[in-house]
Every structure is written in C-alpha cells, then in structure tokens.
C-alpha cells in the first residue's frame, strides 16, 4: 500500500458499494485523526476528566455562585460530604483546600468550627474565580488564541475586500 494505493474504508470490509463514500482508515471511533471522503481530516480530541478533588469543589462552588449556599452558612461536614460525593474524606479536604485558596471557603477549628462560606463569586472573587479556571484550561485557551490569531486576520482582510 505504500506504492500509492489508498487503503479500504473501514466500511468497505463490510460491503464493498460503500468503499467510495466512507472515511479511510483507522476506525472512525478512533481519536487518530482520519481523512474523509472530501479530502479534510477529523480528529476526535479525548474527554477531559477532572480529578475527583477538582469535581467537588466545582459543585461547592457553582453551589455557591447560584448562591444556594449562602454568605457565612456552613457547609455541611467532610463525612457528610464525602458520604454525599462518594469519595473519601481526604478528597472532600482537597476540594476544601482549593475554594479556601480562591477565597471562597474558611475552615475554623474547634467547638463551633467547620466550613464557612467566606463570600460568594459576585462580592468581588470573581477574576479569581476566572483565574482558577483558567489555571486549569491553559492549554484549551492557548490553543483558541492560537487560532483566533490565524484566523482573525483572514478573516479582517475577505471583511475589508468585500
């Protein structure tokens, strides 16, 4: 196949009379990028899993910038929560550890201690809030600019001649 034959379609295997209208190979459910019958190529880009601390804490915090948990209310203890998430306490500590880095949590100690809502993404926390997310989608942004900046000016000079 390397003297410039194409290969067959992965549907062509199954009937023939579709060889001509089906992507080449590898297999379509593959994230290997393949060519489609027009000539362009599709690629499947993987899903983006959260790890189990970084999940928490998104659902507190989006509890608390739809402001179901209140200013000052408590959250309810790391058992409960972790009981609630299905995930181990340390876990549920993690995700604690992050929103009282944002700002967004206080943990006290003692008699009347716990986790408290500190203040909610409106009062102020939201460009760090914004600067959290971005931490953790850097390369999905650097990849958008990167394209916006190889398109925008295309598109700025076919807006300019018509």
């Not at 809502?117 to 939201?126: C, K, P, Q, S």
Request: charged content about 30%.
């Amino acid at each position: 196949m390397s003297n410039g034959e194409s290969r067959p379609s992965w549907r062509s295997l199954e009937d023939p009379s579709m060889a001509a209208h089906e992507p080449a190979w590898p297999h379509p459910w593959t994230s290997q990028p393949r060519e489609t019958h027009d000539g362009s190529t599709i690629g499947f880009q993987p899903i983006e899993h959260l790890r189990a601390h970084e999940y928490v804490a998104e659902q507190i915090r989006r509890q608390i910038s739809l402001k179901v948990i209140q200013d000052g209310e408590s959250l309810p203890p790391d058992r409960e929560l972790s009981e609630r998430f299905r995930v181990g306490r340390a876990t549920v500590q993690a995700a604690m550890r992050i929103l009282e880095a944002e700002r967004l949590v206080e943990t006290r100690r003692g008699r009347h201690g716990g986790s408290f809502v500190t203040a909610t993404v409106e009062d102020g926390l939201a460009m760090d809030y914004l600067m959290a997310r971005m931490r953790r989608d850097d390369e999905r942004i650097r990849s958008v600019l990167a394209f916006r900046g190889t398109v925008e000016p295309l598109a700025a000079e076919l807006a300019a001649t018509r």
